[in-house]
């Protein structure tokens, strides 16, 4: 088993009927005690195309042209200085490609964390945005409700990636069932239990997993799992 991909609890609630159509249909859905789900779902559909013209996103993303720039201009500069006449030493030849390959690395760098950061800022516009929708449909939501609310169907949406392994929970104490994600979401209008949905292949349909009964009974109902909790699970399905 991958254990460089992402795993994910998705707790589709306590009623046994969902998780059994789940199992038979190839899905898992989200369970979010949210009478307005339904309203939000092309809003969540739609999330991908989130406009981010905002001011503080256009200015990371001019932040990036200029470091794209700046670049491009001071490796061309590199490479002038390279430039050694005919019949160098071979110790200058090697230090000016050392000098040189320093520079690419620092240069690489903080291209990568610019990046980082614009993808953080993306995925927080992204969640506040949701948190809007909601506000916009009720009168009043404490804030703790509204940030595991938001966060939930932000991850649902849009952190859980194809190839990903999902392990939703089964009404017998300990047992769950684990599948690999193959779908973005998609909301079935005419579904009764199962309307806002992510494709899987199921791989267990029922395994024991008694470490993970910690993480249920909590607020969210989409959490990652990482850390020892994470090694536990593979090395068990390495071992089915």
């Not at 009623?15 to 339904?38: F, N, P, W, Y």
């Not at 449909?137 to 966060?151: D, P, Q, T, V």
Request: hydrophobic share 35%; glycine share 4%.
């Amino acid at each position: 088993m991958d254990d460089s991909r992402n795993c994910w609890l998705v707790d589709t609630g306590y009623c046994q009927k969902r998780a059994e159509a789940c199992l038979e249909q190839g899905v898992v859905t989200i369970d979010i005690e949210i009478h307005l789900m339904d309203e939000l779902a092309d809003d969540i559909v739609n999330l991908k195309y989130i406009d981010t013209k905002s001011s503080n996103f256009e200015y990371l993303r001019e932040e990036y042209r200029k470091m794209d720039d700046k670049f491009r201009a001071e490796l061309a500069e590199e490479f002038e200085k390279i430039k050694l006449p005919d019949g160098s030493p071979e110790a200058l030849q090697q230090q000016k490609l050392e000098l040189l390959t320093s520079r690419l690395n620092r240069l690489r760098e903080e291209a990568r964390l610019l990046r980082e950061t614009m993808k953080e800022f993306d995925r927080f516009e992204k969640r506040e945005r949701i948190k809007e929708l909601i506000r916009s449909r009720l009168c009043y939501i404490g804030e703790g409700k509204l940030n595991s609310w938001s966060e939930d169907i932000f991850c649902f949406a849009n952190e859980i990636h194809n190839g990903d392994l999902v392990i939703m929970p089964l009404t017998d104490e300990s047992y769950f069932a684990v599948g690999k994600v193959r779908g973005g979401y998609e909301y079935a209008e005419n579904g009764l239990n199962l309307r806002h949905l992510r494709d899987v292949t199921w791989i267990q349909e029922k395994l024991h997993i008694p470490p993970l009964t910690k993480l249920q009974g909590v607020s969210r109902r989409v959490m990652p799992i990482e850390g020892e909790l994470k090694a536990s699970l593979m090395d068990l399905l390495d071992k089915q």
